[in-house]
């Protein structure tokens, strides 16, 4: 069985701030790993994916995640926030041919 | 315009009732899937379709019904509306069942309240 946690619900951030969003996961088998970004009143977005390969992986808006094998993490980063970045943040992972299983979401809130 | 369109955005409904939120999508994705999104929860799978005719029970189908007739469509009923199915309800496209290449398309939602 596999399963996604995310170790914050919300998380406070100061503008142009670094913030760093966490994410373990469970599965005994390779995984692919993915978050997603949901804004306001919207559906949810890729932001960046792990699939193989490289484990640092960079998306969209100057978001990062490092695949971090050994302690079966993701985490989600960025070295400066803006306002705008204030959302949603989910992470998601899948074996195989199998459905994603998404986290219970962070909610990140940039404050000016 | 392309993507994917759900409707009504907002539902309310009475204890008992039937309810049908309708999902289309214009990618031609062969995968569809609806979710529903609750505080403490996130996002958790009803059901899915790998394509027309096929579907399948997601994480908590219980209560809920559809079908796909069409590729581009993918309904969902509540049978008998309960209060505990007051949620937002995601309905997505992709691909394939992960959306490996290029994610999950995500609908705006339908945020119903039965009371």
């Known amino acids: 069985a596999q399963s996604v946690t995310q170790l914050d619900s919300q998380v406070p951030v100061f503008e142009e701030a670094p913030v760093e969003l966490r994410c373990n996961y469970s599965?005994?088998?390779?995984?692919?790993l993915f978050w997603y970004v949901q804004y306001p009143n919207q559906g949810l977005q890729l932001l960046l994916k792990?699939?193989?390969?490289?484990?640092l992986v960079k998306g969209i808006n100057g978001f990062e995640a490092e695949f971090n094998k050994s302690q079966t993490s993701f985490h989600l980063r960025k070295p400066s926030v803006h306002i705008s970045d204030t959302a949603e943040y989910f992470c998601?992972?899948?074996?195989?041919?199998?459905?994603?299983?998404f986290g219970t979401g962070t909610r990140l809130t940039v404050i000016p | 315009d392309a993507g994917i369109t759900q409707s009504p955005r907002y539902k309310i409904t009475e204890t008992g009732r039937q309810v049908t939120l309708m999902c289309h999508q214009t990618w031609s994705h062969s995968y569809m899937f609806w979710y529903r999104q609750d505080l403490g929860h996130g996002l958790r799978l009803i059901y899915y379709s790998a394509a027309a005719d096929i579907t399948d029970k997601g994480e908590v189908p219980d209560g809920y019904v559809v079908s796909r007739s069409k590729t581009e469509n993918f309904p969902l009923t509540l049978e008998s509306a309960t209060r505990s199915q007051t949620s937002v309800y995601f309905c997505a496209s992709s691909e394939s069942a992960t959306g490996t290449y290029y994610g999950y398309t995500f609908g705006s939602g339908t945020r119903l309240t039965v009371v």
């Open positions: 998601a992972v899948a074996t195989g041919a199998n459905n994603l299983f």
């Open positions: 792990y699939l193989s390969g490289s484990t």
């Open positions: 599965s005994s088998v390779s995984v692919y």
